[in-house]
């Protein structure tokens, strides 16, 4: 079992920004793809971006330019920096570490708020 905590969430202003971080209980993190996802209250879960053990990325094109998603396999952290943060950005972001068609481990969530 692979435990992620997520940090770095918070209220921020329309502009600003914030850097997400994902922290793994494993040393094999680097076995893993790693995604952000974000879920807005009576909005479905999106997937906001994702990196995989070859550090490909992939973005939604609501945060293309804006969100860089990067991974330290020797801190076993993934990162989510988010410039330009926009009201529509406020939600729950999530961090999920997988293997595909093998394990698939979530954390808890961090708060975005976006507001002046």
């Known amino acids: 079992q692979v435990q992620l905590e997520e940090s770095g969430g918070g209220l921020v202003q329309p502009g600003g920004s914030l850097r997400l971080s994902c922290a793994a209980s494993?040393?094999?993190?680097?076995?893993?793809?790693v995604a952000w996802h974000r879920q807005a209250p009576g909005k479905q879960r999106e997937l906001v971006a994702r990196?995989?053990?070859?550090?490909?990325?992939n973005y939604a094109d609501s945060v293309k330019g804006r969100f860089t998603i990067s991974r330290d396999n020797a801190q076993n952290t993934a990162d989510l920096q988010m410039n330009d943060l926009r009201p529509e950005d406020a939600a729950v972001y999530y961090c999920?570490?997988?293997?595909?068609?093998?394990?698939?481990?979530w954390g808890q969530g961090t708060q975005v708020t976006v507001s002046s």
């Open positions: 999920d570490a997988y293997i595909v068609l093998s394990v698939d481990y």
């Open positions: 494993t040393s094999l993190f680097s076995s893993y793809a």
């Open positions: 990196i995989t053990r070859g550090q490909n990325t």
